[in-house]
């Protein structure tokens, strides 16, 4: 079946490398907003309204079939899906982190307690990437578009989890690694960053300033050589999120999910996993029917949420202050996408309070073994929160995303957790706690 076809309007004369630039299916950079193209190069705003430019893909030529026997055959990582992503054909033989295909564990026992039906909701486990969070996908797929062109230092502005991942991708592809974070970051984010022997700066400054600072530095020639994943790469970072979509219905036999609930920090995963859902059914990969996708933010970083709730199409920056930190982008630049996908599907934006983000973390835990971190407590909380107020169908096949390790947030279940007894090494003892 042939899929979404990409005429070639690259213009050479516009950037002369873009010709040598080998990222596969990858045809050009196209504007969100207005459409304009230009070829593939480290650029993420267009020229001509300033929106944010995407990957376009030549898909033409894909015999369904042949390539699902393809993927099915590929590695056990994100590379199975190389050719529906902006990297070479030879990819997988690249050092490269290799993360993704990570677990899709039916919850049965957390249905129960949601009142969701027995095999109709799923987790799926991102932190079993190799830095522990989904971030891996993205970084994965930046870096092989730093090494397309010619980067030498791999950069990002971070609230910890990226610099986690940069830190390791470099680290692995042997490129230099210099990363920025605010300078009052939890000690377990900054020692997860550092440990991989790269540079770590920190600001004196929030996540924005730090974010303005890579700005300024892009431009100037202190920057020159240097793939920021999220600035100068976005394009290509943010596609890695797709490969969450491609995971999840592959695992769940060539199916689409009913339901989605997707946590959402600048939203782009979000607007990704919908592209990637709309690919697989371009391209006759899943039957085409509907599905559902819901946002999941921290009350006390809720810019797209409280904007859903209002029936606005534009957010209004917030002021973060929560424990869910890698969530924690007052200014979402991809929000109104978010927004747009919600209501276009069918879903909605919701958010929850510490206090439940924390019950959340310990329920997953308690029911099903998993260990998130608060990102993975807002997707469950805001999750329970939908069944609760009759926006998730429970009858449905759902799947709710934990996109990082429990181990990187231990603070905020520390003060809630702990011993159930100490007792002295005696049987006697051990009975009287009511142990036996
Ligand atoms: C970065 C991140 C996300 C999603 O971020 P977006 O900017 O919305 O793509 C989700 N969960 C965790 C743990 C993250 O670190
Ligand atoms: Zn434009």
């Given at each position: 079946m042939a899929a979404q076809t990409v005429a070639s309007t690259t213009n050479s004369t516009a950037n002369p490398a873009a010709d040598s630039v080998d990222l596969g299916p990858a045809a050009a950079l196209s504007c969100r907003e207005c459409g304009h193209r230009v070829p593939l190069g480290p650029v993420f705003a267009c020229e001509e309204c300033f929106g944010p430019l995407e990957i376009a893909y030549d898909f033409s030529g894909y015999d369904t079939e042949e390539l699902r026997k393809r993927i099915e055959s590929g590695p056990a990582n994100i590379w199975r899906y190389a050719p529906l992503l902006p990297v070479p054909a030879d990819v997988a033989g690249k050092p490269n982190i290799n993360p993704g295909w990570t677990k899709l564990v039916k919850a049965d026992n957390l249905a129960r307690e949601l009142g969701v039906d027995a095999g109709k909701l799923f987790v799926k486990d991102d932190s079993g990437n190799p830095t522990h969070s989904f971030k891996d996908r993205v970084v994965a797929?930046?870096?092989?578009?730093?090494?397309?062109?010619?980067?030498?230092?791999?950069?990002?502005?971070?609230?910890?989890?990226?610099?986690?991942?940069?830190?390791?991708?470099?680290?692995?592809?042997?490129?230099?690694?210099?990363?920025?974070?605010?300078?009052?970051?939890?000690?377990?984010?900054?020692?997860?960053?550092?440990?991989?022997?790269?540079?770590?700066?920190?600001?004196?400054?929030?996540?924005?300033?730090?974010?303005?600072?890579c700005s300024e530095l892009i431009g100037d020639p202190a920057g020159e050589g240097w793939g920021f994943v999220n600035v100068n790469l976005r394009p290509y970072y943010a596609e890695g999120s797709k490969t969450l979509a491609y995971e999840i219905c592959e695992q769940l036999g060539w199916q689409l999910p009913d339901q989605l609930v997707v946590p959402i920090a600048s939203g782009s995963q979000l607007t990704k996993i919908d592209k990637g859902l709309k690919e697989l059914i371009a391209l006759g990969l899943v039957e085409d029917k509907p599905y559902k996708i819901f946002g999941a933010q921290a009350e006390g970083c809720s810019p797209v949420s409280v904007a859903y709730k209002a029936g606005h199409d534009v957010v209004r920056p917030q002021k973060p202050n929560t424990i869910a930190k890698s969530l924690a982008i007052g200014n979402p630049a991809d929000g109104p996408y978010v927004l747009d996908i919600a209501r276009r599907t069918g879903g909605a934006v919701e958010d929850v309070n510490d206090e439940q983000v924390v019950d959340a973390i310990k329920l997953l835990a308690r029911t099903e073994g998993i260990f998130a971190e608060t990102a993975g407590g807002v997707t469950v909380g805001v999750a329970k929160k939908l069944i609760e107020n009759g926006l998730l169908d429970p009858h449905l096949t759902t799947v709710v995303l934990n996109t990082g390790d429990g181990l990187k947030t231990l603070d905020a279940v520390a003060s809630d957790t702990g011993l159930t007894a100490t007792i002295r090494p005696s049987l006697d003892s051990f009975r009287e706690a009511g142990l036996g």
């Open positions: 797929q930046a870096l092989e578009a730093a090494r397309a062109f010619g980067f030498t230092t791999l950069s990002c502005s971070s609230t910890g989890n990226l610099a986690g991942a940069v830190g390791a991708a470099a680290a692995r592809a042997g490129l230099r690694s210099c990363v920025f974070i605010p300078h009052d970051l939890e000690q377990g984010k900054v020692v997860m960053a550092a440990v991989y022997g790269g540079e770590l700066v920190g600001i004196e400054g929030n996540y924005d300033d730090v974010n303005r600072f």
